[in-house]
Nanobody, 124 residues
Framework: QVQLEESGGGLVQAGDSLKLSCKAS????????LGWFRQAPGEERMFVAT????????DYANSVKGRFTISRDNAENTMYLQMNSLEPEDTAVYYC?????????????????WGRGTQVTVSS
C-alpha cells in the first residue's frame, strides 16, 4: 500500500523560503508522475508543480514559476518543493501526489495517490 506524507510546512513571513518534503512508502518503483498541489480555504485544489519520477520535464503553475522548484531523491523515496520569495497568496494546504501513469494535462488532479497535506502560511 502506497502512502505519501508531507512535512516542512509552517508560518513564515513574505519573502522567506520553505522546503516541503513528501516521503513515499510502499511500492514506489512504478511511480511515473509526481506533483504538488495546494488548496486555499474556500477554493479548489490547484496545480503547483509536476515532474516525471525520472526527474524529467518539470512544469510549474505560472503563479510560482521562477520561485518554486520541484525535485526528488529516488534513493530516499522523497520529493521536494523548494519555495522561495513566498507571498501571502501562497498561503494554503500543500499536497503531494503520485501516479503510476502519465497525467495530462499537467494541471490535472487525476493522480492515484495523495498525501494528507501540510499547512503553509505566509504573513505580510
Amino acid at each position: 500500500q502506497v502512502q505519501l506524507e508531507e512535512s516542512g510546512g509552517g508560518l513564515v513571513q513574505a519573502g522567506d523560503s520553505l522546503k516541503l518534503s513528501c516521503k513515499a512508502s510502499g511500492r514506489t518503483s512504478n511511480f511515473y508522475t509526481l506533483g504538488w498541489f495546494r488548496q486555499a480555504p474556500g477554493e479548489e485544489r490547484m496545480f503547483v508543480a509536476t515532474m516525471m519520477a525520472s526527474g524529467e520535464s518539470p512544469d510549474y503553475a505560472n503563479s510560482v514559476k521562477g520561485r518554486f522548484t520541484i525535485s526528488r531523491d529516488n534513493a530516499e523515496n522523497t520529493m521536494y518543493l523548494q519555495m522561495n520569495s513566498l507571498e501571502p497568496e501562497d498561503t494554503a494546504v500543500y499536497y503531494c501526489a503520485a501516479s503510476t501513469r502519465p497525467v495530462a494535462p499537467p494541471w490535472s488532479t487525476n493522480y492515484i495517490y495523495w498525501g494528507r497535506g501540510t499547512q503553509v502560511t505566509v504573513s505580510s
